[in-house]
Nanobody, 123 residues
Framework: QVQLVETGGGLVQPGGSLRLSCVAS????????MGWYRQAPGNKRELVAT???????NYADSVKGRFTISRDNAKNTAYLQMNSLRPEDTAVYYC?????????????????WGQGTQVTVSS
């Protein structure tokens, strides 16, 4: 079907920046929405940002003005530029995508998740 692979996580000091990437691969017919979610220890997974194929974006209030989501439709890739990072941004960040994949002449809906990448903000 469709697989997602995230890269770009790591350890950064408060106030620093990181850029996450998410590449989708497989029998992709179309990708509608790509998004980033995060989950800190003991917390539920929460929305960070989403972007449609047309470029419309949505952000959690906690990251507005600091994070920017973008995508390259030709490369089936989404990015999350994270600036002014805070300790409370520490979490595993997951990529999500939904759309349609094809098998022969038939296409089917998909909703896929990546394996997650750790982001740690600490001095």
């Amino acid at each position: 079907q469709v697989q997602l692979v995230e890269t770009g996580g790591g350890l950064v000091q408060p106030g620093g920046s990181l850029r996450l990437s998410c590449v989708a691969s497989g029998s992709i017919f179309s990708i509608d929405v790509m998004g980033w979610y995060r989950q800190a220890p003991g917390n539920k997974r929460e929305l960070v940002a989403t972007i449609t194929s047309g470029g419309s974006t949505n952000y959690a209030d906690s990251v507005k003005g600091r994070f920017t989501i973008s995508r390259d439709n030709a490369k089936n890739t989404a990015y999350l530029q994270m600036n002014s990072l805070r300790p409370e941004d520490t979490a595993v960040y997951y990529c999500n995508a939904n759309g349609r994949w094809y098998s022969g002449r038939i296409n089917h809906p998909f909703n896929s998740w990546g394996q997650g990448t750790q982001v740690t903000v600490s001095s």
